[in-house]
C-alpha cells in the first residue's frame, strides 16, 4: 500500500441525524472509488463501516468507525458516526480529528433535531462543512423544502452545487454545476454514468443556479468580485478556487444531490472532497507546549518530530486492545517505542494497520495528517498522546458528556457477578460514557449512560463480547429525608450490668436548614455538663442515625443539631453511651420534627419537531413536571422543564413513541424538593418492605 503525505490526504467526518444514510453513504463512496468490490448495503448488513454484531442487528451506527479510499490520488478517510442521540459523543469525537464535516441529510425530513446537533458541534469544533441531500430517491423528496429548511437554520450559506435530474422513483442523476454537465446514472447501483449536455428543460434552472453560486462565491471574496464585476462571469477554475476558499473558512457551504442505496450522484461529491476540503497541511492542530503550557498550533510536516493522538479504542474479544490515533506530526513506523505523555509509559508498536471498518491493511508507516491502528499496546487510553523523544507538545483530551440515566444491574450467576467488573471496564475503554459504580446510598450496581438505548447496547456487548449475562432494572430513586419544624429532644443511655455501667444523656435542639445545607451540629454547652471529650462522640451518634433515615432508610439532610445540655456520670461515662445517647436522641426529635422525604428534580431540555409539542407538554404535566420555557427553532422546539427523576425513569420510551422517533432530549440534576404527601406513604411502605419490617395496614 502506498504511503500518503498531508497535501495527499483528506480526513472526514460522516455526521447527521440517524437514519439519514451516513453508513449507505460510505458504502457507496467506497465502492465508486474501487474499494470495496461490492456496493455493502445497510439492510444487508454488509456495510464496511457497520461491522460490529450490534450494529447490523439494529441497523443503526453505534461507533465511530473509520474507512478509507483513494481518488484522485489522494486518500480520503472517512469516519462514520451515529445518529443516535445516545450515542452522539462519537460524532463530536470524530470532529476533532478531521478537517471536514460531511453533514448528511434526509431530502424528506430535511434538517432534524440531530442534524442541527452535529451543526453545532461541527461549528464549535471549526470544521468546514458540506451537505449530503440524501434518499433523494424516495418519496416526497424535495431539493427546494430542504434546502428551504437548512437555510431557515442555518442561514443563506448554503449553496447547491449539483442539481438533482428528475425526483422521487424518477431520479437519475444529476447536473454538476461546476461543470455544467449532466450525469445520468444506471439505476441498478452499479454507479456508472454517462456525462453529456443538461436536458433542454432544465438549462434555465441549471444556468440561473449556477449564476446564484457565482454570485454567493464572488460575494465572499473581493478580488473575485471585482473580476465578476468586470467579466460578469467567473471561469470554471475561478470559481472552483473561490468555493475552496469559501468554504474552508466556513463562508459557504456547498451542497450535493444523492441517493446512497441507488449510487447516485456520488462522483461530484468525491470530486469536492478532494478539491475543496482542506488537506491536513492546511489545517494545524491546537496543542499544548509542556513545559510553558501556552497553546500553540502543531502542523503536519512528515519531518518533524512523531506526535500522535489517540482518538478512540476498540476491545476487541480477539485480538484485544486496538488503538486508533491520528498521527499529528511526523512520521509513525512499524516496529518504533514512544513514549505516553499522558501516562508517563512507553509503548511498543508492532505492526501499524490501517483500517476499513473491520478489516485492516499492515503498512510500514504513516505520515502526519493520516489515521491508523495499532493492536495490544498495553495502557495507553483514549486521549492520550505518545511522541518519540523530542516529546514537547500534548493534544487536549476529549471531554465527555456526562450520564443521563442509570439502570441497576444484576448480575444472573456467580460466574457473571466474578467478570463484569473487568468486562465492564474494557468497555469503558471503549465507550468512555459510560458509567459504572455501586452506590453508596443504596448499594445496588449501576450503569449509567446517555440512554436506555445506549444502556442496552451494553448489556449486549457484556453477554456477546465477554459473556456476562445481566438483568437490567430501573434504578432506585436516590431520595432524602429531612424535617420541617423546630424541636427539642433528649436521649439518655444508662445500663447497669455488673462491674462497670454505661451513661450518657444528652439534650437537644433540631432545627431545619435551608436547601442544600446538609448538616450541622453545634455546641452550645456551658459549664461541662457533658465532657469535651465526649461531645464528638455525641455528635458521632447523631451523625450516623441521620444517614440511616427515619422515615424509609435516607439520609437525612438539611438540618441543624444544637447540643444544649446533658449529664454524666463519672465512672460510667464513655464515649459509647454518649454516641448511643446522640442516637436516641435524634430518633426523639425526629418524633416531632414532622420529618418529610425529598425526591431530586431534574432539569429537562426536549427536542422535537414542533407539530408534537402540545402532546409533549401534555405529558411532561402528567408526570408532576413544571414547564419553565420553549422556544422554537426552525421546525424544532425545544421545551425546558423540570420534572422529579422518580418521574423520568422511562421517559425514552414514551419521546420515542410520541415523536415516531424524532425526540431527543437532555436532563441534569437541579435540586431536591418535598415529595407530595400522597406519594409519600407508598414510598415508605416500600422501603420498609424491603427491610423485611411488617407494614402496617392504614385504616
Ligand atoms: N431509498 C433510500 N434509502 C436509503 C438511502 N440511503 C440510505 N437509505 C436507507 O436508509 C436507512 C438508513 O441508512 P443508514 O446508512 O444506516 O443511515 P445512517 O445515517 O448511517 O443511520 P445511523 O447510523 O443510525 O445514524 C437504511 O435502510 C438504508 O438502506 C437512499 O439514498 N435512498
Ligand atoms: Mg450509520
Given amino acids: 500500500m502506498k504511503v500518503f503525505d498531508a497535501p495527499s490526504i483528506r480526513n472526514i467526518a460522516l455526521v447527521g441525524h440517524g437514519g439519514a444514510g451516513k453508513t449507505q453513504l460510505a458504502a457507496a463512496m467506497l465502492f465508486d472509488a474501487g474499494t470495496v468490490n461490492r456496493l455493502g448495503k445497510v439492510d444487508e448488513g454488509t456495510t464496511s463501516t457497520?461491522?460490529?454484531?450490534?450494529?447490523?442487528?439494529?441497523?443503526?451506527?453505534?461507533?465511530?468507525?473509520?474507512?478509507?479510499?483513494?481518488?484522485?490520488?489522494?486518500?480520503?478517510?472517512?469516519?462514520?458516526?451515529?445518529?443516535?442521540?445516545?450515542?452522539?459523543?462519537?460524532?463530536?469525537?470524530?470532529?476533532?480529528?478531521?478537517?471536514?464535516?460531511?453533514?448528511?441529510?434526509?431530502?424528506?425530513?430535511?434538517?432534524?433535531?440531530?442534524?442541527?446537533?452535529?451543526?453545532?458541534?461541527?461549528?464549535?469544533?471549526?470544521?468546514?462543512?458540506?451537505?449530503?441531500?440524501n434518499r433523494f430517491d424516495r418519496e416526497r423528496a424535495s431539493l427546494e423544502r430542504s434546502l428551504g429548511s437548512l437555510r431557515d437554520i442555518f442561514g443563506r450559506i448554503i449553496v447547491p452545487v449539483t442539481l438533482p435530474l428528475g425526483e422521487e422513483k424518477g431520479f437519475r442523476g444529476v447536473v454538476n454545476l461546476l461543470t455544467m454537465k449532466a450525469l445520468t446514472y444506471e439505476t441498478s447501483g452499479s454507479g456508472t454514468f454517462t456525462e453529456g449536455e443538461i436536458p433542454a428543460e432544465l438549462v434555465a434552472t441549471a444556468k440561473e443556479a449556477r449564476e446564484a453560486l457565482v454570485e454567493m462565491v464572488?460575494?465572499?471574496?473581493?478580488?473575485?468580485?471585482?473580476?465578476?464585476?468586470?467579466?460578469g462571469a467567473l471561469t470554471d477554475e475561478e470559481l472552483v478556487s473561490g468555493l475552496r476558499a469559501s468554504v474552508r473558512s466556513s463562508k459557504l457551504v456547498p451542497l450535493f444531490t444523492t441517493s446512497a442505496l441507488?449510487?447516485?450522484?456520488?462522483?461530484?461529491?468525491?470530486?469536492?472532497?478532494?478539491?475543496?476540503?482542506?488537506?491536513?497541511?492546511?489545517?494545524?492542530?491546537?496543542?499544548?507546549?509542556?513545559?510553558?503550557?501556552?497553546?500553540?498550533?502543531?502542523?503536519?510536516?512528515?519531518?518533524?518530530?512523531?506526535?500522535?493522538?489517540?482518538?478512540?479504542?476498540?476491545?476487541?474479544?480477539?485480538?484485544g486492545r486496538i488503538t486508533l490515533f491520528r498521527v499529528i506530526t511526523g512520521t509513525l513506523n512499524a516496529d518504533t517505542t514512544l513514549h505516553n505523555l499522558t501516562r508517563d509509559t512507553h509503548e511498543r508498536f508492532g505492526h501499524l494497520l490501517v483500517p476499513q471498518g473491520k478489516q485492516s491493511t499492515q503498512v510500514p508507516e504513516l505520515r502526519a495528517g493520516d489515521v491508523g491502528a495499532v493492536a495490544k499496546l498495553k495502557e495507553t487510553q483514549t486521549g492520550d498522546t505518545l511522541a518519540d523523544k523530542s516529546a514537547d507538545l500534548t493534544f487536549p483530551p476529549f471531554t465527555w458528556p456526562e450520564p443521563l440515566l442509570s439502570y441497576a444491574v444484576e448480575p444472573k450467576s456467580r460466574a457473571d457477578e466474578e467478570k463484569i467488573s473487568s468486562a465492564l471496564h474494557r468497555l469503558q475503554e471503549e465507550d468512555p460514557t459510560i458509567r459504572s459504580a455501586r452506590d453508596a446510598q443504596t448499594k445496588e450496581l449501576l450503569?449509567?449512560?446517555?440512554?436506555?438505548?445506549?444502556?442496552?447496547?451494553?448489556?449486549?456487548?457484556?453477554?456477546?463480547?465477554?459473556?456476562?449475562?445481566?438483568?437490567?432494572?430501573?434504578?432506585?430513586?436516590?431520595?432524602?429525608?429531612?424535617?420541617?419544624?423546630?424541636?427539642e429532644a433528649h436521649g439518655r443511655h444508662k445500663k447497669q450490668t455488673g462491674g462497670h455501667g454505661q451513661f450518657g444523656d444528652c439534650k437537644i435542639r433540631v432545627q431545619p436548614l435551608a436547601r442544600?445545607?446538609?448538616?450541622?451540629?453545634?455546641?452550645?454547652?456551658?459549664?461541662?455538663?457533658?465532657?469535651?471529650?465526649?461531645?464528638?462522640?455525641?455528635?458521632?451518634?447523631?451523625?450516623?442515625?441521620?444517614?440511616?433515615?427515619?422515615?424509609?432508610?435516607?439520609?437525612?439532610?438539611?438540618?441543624?443539631?444544637?447540643?444544649?445540655?446533658g449529664q454524666y456520670h463519672q465512672v460510667d461515662s464513655n464515649e459509647l453511651s454518649f454516641k448511643v445517647a446522640g442516637a436516641l436522641a435524634f430518633k426523639d426529635a425526629m418524633a416531632r420534627a414532622r420529618p418529610t422525604l425529598l425526591e431530586p428534580v431534574m432539569n429537562v431540555e426536549v427536542y422535537a419537531p414542533s407539530e408534537y409539542a402540545g402532546d409533549l407538554m401534555g405529558d411532561i404535566n402528567s408526570r408532576r413536571g413544571r414547564i419553565s420555557g420553549m422556544e422554537a427553532r426552525g421546525t424544532t422546539t425545544v421545551i425546558r422543564a423540570q420534572v422529579p427523576m422518580a418521574e423520568m425513569l422511562t421517559y425514552e420510551q414514551t419521546l420515542t413513541s410520541l415523536t415516531g422517533a424524532r425526540g431527543s432530549y437532555a436532563m441534569v440534576f437541579s435540586h431536591h424538593e418535598e415529595v407530595p404527601t400522597h406519594l409519600q406513604q407508598k414510598i415508605i411502605a416500600t422501603a420498609k418492605a424491603e427491610r423485611g419490617e411488617v407494614v402496617e395496614e392504614e385504616v
Fill in 447 to 487: 450503569i449509567s449512560g446517555q440512554g436506555q438505548l445506549h444502556i442496552e447496547v451494553t448489556v449486549a456487548k457484556l453477554k456477546r463480547r465477554f459473556g456476562v449475562d445481566v438483568n437490567l432494572k430501573l434504578p432506585r430513586i436516590p431520595y432524602l429525608e429531612t424535617i420541617t419544624a423546630a424541636t
Fill in 50 to 133: 457497520d461491522y460490529d454484531e450490534e450494529e447490523i442487528a439494529r441497523q443503526h451506527t453505534l461507533s465511530a468507525t473509520p474507512a478509507w479510499l483513494e481518488w484522485q490520488k489522494t486518500k480520503v478517510n472517512l469516519i462514520d458516526t451515529p445518529g443516535f442521540a445516545n450515542f452522539l459523543s462519537d460524532a463530536a469525537v470524530a470532529l476533532r480529528i478531521v478537517e471536514a464535516a460531511v453533514v448528511v441529510v434526509d431530502a424528506v425530513s430535511g434538517v432534524e433535531v440531530q442534524t442541527e446537533k452535529v451543526w453545532t458541534l461541527a461549528a464549535e469544533a471549526g470544521q468546514p462543512r458540506v451537505i449530503v441531500l
Fill in 218 to 231: 464572488a460575494e465572499a471574496d473581493d478580488a473575485l468580485m471585482e473580476r465578476f464585476f468586470e467579466e
Fill in 516 to 565: 442544600g445545607e446538609d448538616f450541622a451540629f453545634v455546641n452550645d454547652i456551658f459549664g461541662g455538663s457533658i465532657p469535651r471529650q465526649f461531645i464528638p462522640a455525641v455528635e458521632k451518634g447523631i451523625q450516623d442515625a441521620r444517614l440511616k433515615g427515619y422515615l424509609a432508610g435516607y439520609p437525612m439532610v438539611d438540618f441543624q443539631v444544637t447540643l444544649l445540655d
Fill in 262 to 319: 441507488l449510487n447516485i450522484g456520488i462522483h461530484p461529491l468525491l470530486d469536492a472532497l478532494v478539491s475543496l476540503v482542506p488537506s491536513p497541511s492546511d489545517r494545524p492542530v491546537p496543542a499544548v507546549d509542556r513545559a510553558s503550557g501556552t497553546t500553540m498550533q502543531a502542523t503536519a510536516e512528515a519531518d518533524a518530530p512523531c506526535r500522535i493522538f489517540v482518538w478512540k479504542t476498540v476491545a476487541d474479544p480477539f485480538a
